[in-house]
């Protein structure tokens, strides 16, 4: 997932490698799903509006519609295990669709969070939550809502983030231990803003083969720089 007012954001041509690889998890054997729900920009100004103070929607709404109806043509869809990731707004998103539906998303891979919209950027977040800060940036808070974590988690964070604070994603640490909630974290050293890296990619497939596949993952070991022989 990357939603928000900003943009429309699913590729409008073929493209062989989009955001995270996704090919790659679909070669795992995952239904791979990219949507522009309610929410974004380039359509009417009231399907735009609906992000307006209300960043936690992420079109989250006509995501899960969206999956349902597909599931009725396709039986194969198995939407009792239904994973999301996401990176920076993405990473926002991605934590909040275990926290404002859980009944829909079970595991969740959340990279470089911007958490909560009163500690990132103001010229990004006041323009779509407003000013002053009302209620609505609480009831959009991965933080203050942190305690209604169900499902499984990974927080992934570049030690050097220069764009969203690295502190925000800690602030949900502090939430989750303190209400006692199970979770995993990498934090990877020296990453910038970012998914992680090879190594964050290595980590989330096998997060997502492991709680949604139920299959331990492999020692995965690879070299770089490999000189193959000529035949």
Not at 108 to 135: F, L, T
Not at 185 to 201: A, I, N, R
Request: proline share 5%; charged share 25%; hydrophobic share 35%.
């Amino acid at each position: 997932i990357y939603a928000g007012p900003h943009d429309s954001f699913v590729p409008k041509s073929f493209v062989n490698d989009s955001r995270g690889s996704l090919h790659e998890l679909a070669v795992l054997g995952f239904i791979v799903v990219q949507c522009d729900g309610m929410g974004t920009s380039n359509r009417s100004k009231a399907f735009h509006d609906v992000a307006w103070k209300n960043l936690k929607d992420g079109g989250f709404p006509d995501r899960i519609a969206w999956i349902k109806e597909a599931a009725k043509k396709y039986d194969y869809m198995d939407i009792t295990r239904v994973g999301i990731f996401g990176n920076s707004a993405g990473g926002q998103s991605s934590l909040g669709a275990l926290l404002f539906h859980p009944d829909f998303y079970k595991v969740a891979v959340s990279s470089s969070g911007c958490h909560d919209n009163r500690m990132d950027k103001m010229w990004w977040n006041e323009q779509w939550m407003g000013y002053p800060i009302g209620p609505e940036y609480a009831e959009s808070s991965n933080v203050d809502n942190a305690d209604k974590l169900q499902g499984k988690l990974l927080l992934i964070l570049g030690e050097l983030d220069d764009n969203v604070d690295p502190s925000s994603t800690m602030q949900v640490i502090n939430q989750l231990v303190k209400a006692n909630k199970n979770f995993d974290f990498l934090m990877v050293p020296g990453m910038k803003h970012s998914l992680g890296g090879d190594y964050g990619e290595h980590k989330r497939r096998d997060f997502f083969v492991k709680h949604l596949l139920g299959v331990d993952p492999p020692e995965w070991t690879w070299k770089t720089n490999v000189t193959v022989p000529k035949p």
